[in-house]
């Protein structure tokens, strides 16, 4: 049975606690050893680095997803100054073309920014 106490600080999570947690997390503890090979220290501080890298994962998909929005939002702004420029549109006027093109064509708002910008640069 080992030590009661462990049940109580290291509880076994359900099976709906485990689909909720990150891929990455759960990888994390599908791979730890059980806490009485580990001993109490280890075990925790296995957690502890489990729990860390898992936010360093997660931290770097939010900035990899914010650098995409970042770039997203830039090419839309040059194809909302070629619409401007071509066509004496406003600024929001220029962005409501691309967005009533993009739902017309299907096609995401940021593609039909860059195919935009690729005629224009190719003239």
């Known amino acids: 049975m080992g030590d009661p106490g462990l049940r109580d600080r290291h509880p076994v999570p359900g099976v709906g606690a485990a689909d909720r947690r990150p891929a990455h997390a759960q990888g994390a503890h599908v791979l730890l050893a059980p806490p009485q090979r580990l001993g109490r220290a280890g075990y925790d501080l296995a957690v502890l680095f489990a729990t860390h ?49 993009s739902h017309e064509s299907n096609t995401k708002l940021n593609d039909v920014a860059a195919e935009i910008a690729r005629e224009h640069h190719e003239g």
């Open 53 to 101: 890298a898992a936010q360093a994962l997660d931290a770097a998909q939010v900035i990899a997803g914010l650098r995409a929005a970042l770039g997203s939002r830039h090419q839309i702004g040059v194809a909302q100054g070629i619409l401007m420029q071509r066509h004496g549109l406003t600024i929001e006027q220029a962005f409501a073309v691309l967005q009533r093109f």
